[in-house]
């Protein structure tokens, strides 16, 4: 996408049964270790394109190495680890309305300000892929997996050629 990186200042929910398209090139800069991203009981597709400008980032306000200077600020402030909470993929443990998600070409970096990681993935079912995909600079640990078993229910959660560097914590 060309438009402007896409600030996200608080903890927005989007859910029951949603569509989610994120465009290749889409940016995500959170505002606040308290700033997250939850898709609950929704369908994502995140296919970023092979390209750098095509890729998907999920990311700190500071980082000015994509997107540019968001919180113009100049050179002042610089992206930490854990300078935003996460992404929270979670379907509330109903069968009837499962998370499905595929998400390709994407970076998650700079986020997991608190235990559950950059990326939280939560209940059963949930079936996941991701692939080609980047999770650096985390403050506690790319990503948490978490269930709360129920009969008959599962979780197919898959990596394909990702990297994971630079991360702390579990």
Not at 51 to 70: A, C, K, N
Not at 72 to 95: C, E, H, K
Request: some cysteine; glycine content about 12%; overall charge negative.
């Amino acid at each position: 996408s060309n438009d402007a990186p896409i600030v996200v200042a608080n903890a927005p929910v989007l859910s029951s049964n949603a569509v989610i398209d994120i465009e290749a090139g889409a940016i995500f800069k959170f505002e606040s270790t308290s700033a997250r991203l939850s898709l609950y009981d929704a369908i994502v597709n995140a296919n970023g394109g092979a390209t750098p400008s095509e890729r998907i980032t999920f990311t700190s306000l500071r980082d000015d190495s994509v997107g540019g200077d968001t919180n113009g600020d100049g050179t002042q402030t610089t992206p930490a680890r854990g300078d935003w909470n996460g992404v929270y993929l979670n379907n509330d443990n109903n069968a009837a309305t499962p998370l499905t998600g595929v998400f390709r070409n994407v970076d998650f970096r700079y986020g997991g300000s608190t235990n559950s990681g950059m990326v939280s993935i939560g209940f059963n079912p949930t079936t996941l892929l991701f692939e080609d995909s980047t999770f650096t600079q985390s403050a506690n640990g790319a990503g948490y997996v978490w269930q709360q078993s129920g009969a008959g229910q599962s979780k197919q959660i898959e990596f394909h050629r990702c990297e994971f560097r630079d991360n702390d914590g579990a």
